[in-house]
C-alpha cells in the first residue's frame, strides 16, 4: 500500500526548484532570484536555525520589511518545520514585546530598520539567547547559491502550524491566531481556482509582510511556482511601472491603495491591462471609489470580504451591479451562515451574527483557550465548529451578504484592523479621565478612523485636541484618533453598556453643524 499523499507548501516549493531552476521566483527593486537560488536558500537559512538548536514545532518570531532576505527567513523557517509568528512593524514597543512573549518564540529574526528595536526590547527577551537575535543581511544569512551542507528533508504535516498572525496588541492580552500547513495550503488552492493564478501568474505584493494579504499572496505564487513582485513600500507610480515591466496579473490592495492609483496619472495608460485580477480586501469601500475601479478594471475587479481567522466571502466582476451593495456570496469551500440570540439559524432577510466554517479557518487562538471557544458556534445537526464573526449581517433572497454592523467595534483604517476596546484602554490610562466610547467614522483618505468621545474629571487640565495628541503617541500608526470630543457622559443602555449607535448619531449631527474637523497625528 502506498503513503497517503500529503505533500505541503514547504515540499511543493523545493520541487518547483527541481523542475524550473531558472524560472524567477521572487522580484524586488533591483533584485531576481530564481527558484533554484531561492530553494538553495530556504535550505540554508533552514540549516542554520538547525544548528543553533532549534527543532521542529519550534516558534520563531519574524519582524521584517518586505525583501528578499525576509522573505527567504520566513519560508526557510517553514523548511525546517517551524512556525513562523508573524509580527507587526507598526504597533508601539510594549505591544510588541507582548507579541514576542506571547508567541513563545525561541529565535527572532530581524531586518536592519528594526535592530534598535530589538536593541531596545533586549532586556526583556531573556528566553531568547543572543545568538538567536538574527539579523538579516549578515553573511550567514544572505541568500546564495551555496547549496546546504545538509537539505533539512522535514515532512511537514497537514496540521502543523504554518503561522501566527497577530491581529492585536494594544491591550495586554495579543490575540494570536494559528493556522495551519494543511488551512494554508487548501485555501490557496480555492482561491487560485477563483482568481486564475496558474504557473505562468506574476504577483504583485504590495502588503506588509506581517500582513495576512502577504502571505495570501506569497502563498498562492508559490503553489504554483509562479513569480512574486515584491514591493517594499507601496507607491502608486512605482506600482503601475511595476505591472508594465513585469506584465503582471494579479495583486490584491486595500481601497486607500487603490485610490492612490487610480489618482495616478499612469493608472490611464496601458500599463495596467495585463492584469486579469484586482482584489481588494481589508474593508468595504466607498461606492463613488468603487464605480472608478469598476471603470477602469470591469472584468477583473474583486471586493473580498474575510477575517484573517477564516471564513470569506467574494463580490465577483459579474455581480458587481446588480449586487453592489452586498459583500458577494460565500468563496468557494465556505459554508456562511445567520444566527440569531438563540444560537439558531436564520432564514433569508433576517439579521444576525455572521458565523462561518471553510478551509482557511484557524485552528485556535494561540495561548487562549477561552477566547477560542467564545468564538465556537457549533452546529446543531453535526457539531461542526463554526468560527463567530463578531459582525451582523443577513442573506438576501440570492444568496448575497449584506454586512449591518460590526458587533465587536472592529475598526478598518486604511486596510488595518483597529479595535476600539484597545484605544479606549490607552484613554483609560489617563488618571484625568472616567471613561471614553471609540468608534468608526468616515475618512477620505483610508476609508475609516478612530473617534473618541471622552469623559473627563474635573481635575483634567489638558486641552482635548492635546490629550488627542497624548493618545496617538502611544499608539500604532494605524490607530491614531483622528477626532476626540469631551462630553459629560455617555449614553448607555438598561443594562449599563455604552450605545455606540447613538455615539453614531451625535457625530452625525456635529458632522452636519461643522463642529467638528478630522486630524491625524
Known sequence: MFDTPDIMLP????????????????????????????????????????????VRGDTVGVLGEPGLDAIVAQFGILRAGMTVASLSVVVQHDAL????????????VFSPAYRSVIELLRPHLGAIPADRLIELG????????????????????????LCIIYSSGTTSAPKGIVLSHRCRLLTAFLTCSEFGYNSRSVVIVAAALHSNTAWSL????????????????????????????????HTTLVPVQLQAILDHPLAATAALDSLQTVGSTGSLMAPALKQRI???FPRQFYEVYGLTEGVAAILRPEDMAAHGDSAGRPALGNDIRIVGGDERELPAGQRGEI??????????YHNDPVRTEEAIWREPRTGRTFLRTGDIGYFDADGFLHLVDRKKDMIVSGGYNVF???????????????????????????GETPMAFVVPRPAMRLAAEDFRLWVNQRLGKHQRVSQLVYCEALPRNAGGKIVKPELRARFDAMSRSGSIASKVG
Open 218 to 249: 506569497l502563498i498562492r505564487a508559490f503553489l504554483f511556482g509562479a513569480t512574486a513582485v515584491v514591493m517594499g513600500k507601496f507607491d502608486a507610480g512605482e506600482f503601475c511601472r511595476l505591472v508594465g515591466r513585469h506584465k503582471a496579473t
Open 420 to 446: 476600539s476596546a484597545d484605544i479606549e484602554a490607552v484613554i483609560a490610562s489617563h488618571p484625568d479621565i472616567v471613561e471614553s466610547g471609540v468608534i468608526a467614522v468616515p475618512h477620505a483618505k483610508w
Open 97 to 108: 514585546l507582548r507579541m514576542i512573549l506571547d508567541s513563545g518564540a525561541r529565535a527572532l
Open 11 to 54: 515540499e511543493i516549493m523545493a520541487l518547483h526548484a527541481r523542475n524550473q531552476p531558472r524560472k524567477p521566483a521572487l522580484v524586488c527593486g533591483d533584485a531576481t532570484m530564481d527558484w533554484a537560488t531561492f530553494d538553495a536558500a530556504m535550505a540554508r537559512f533552514a540549516r542554520n536555525l538547525q544548528r543553533l538548536g532549534l
Open 138 to 161: 549578515a553573511p550567514d544569512v544572505t541568500p546564495d547559491m551555496r547549496p546546504a551542507e545538509r537539505d533539512p528533508a522535514i515532512a511537514v504535516r497537514g496540521e502543523d502550524p
Open 355 to 364: 458565523v462561518g466554517y471553510g478551509p482557511q479557518l484557524l485552528q485556535r
Open 294 to 296: 469598476l471603470a477602469r
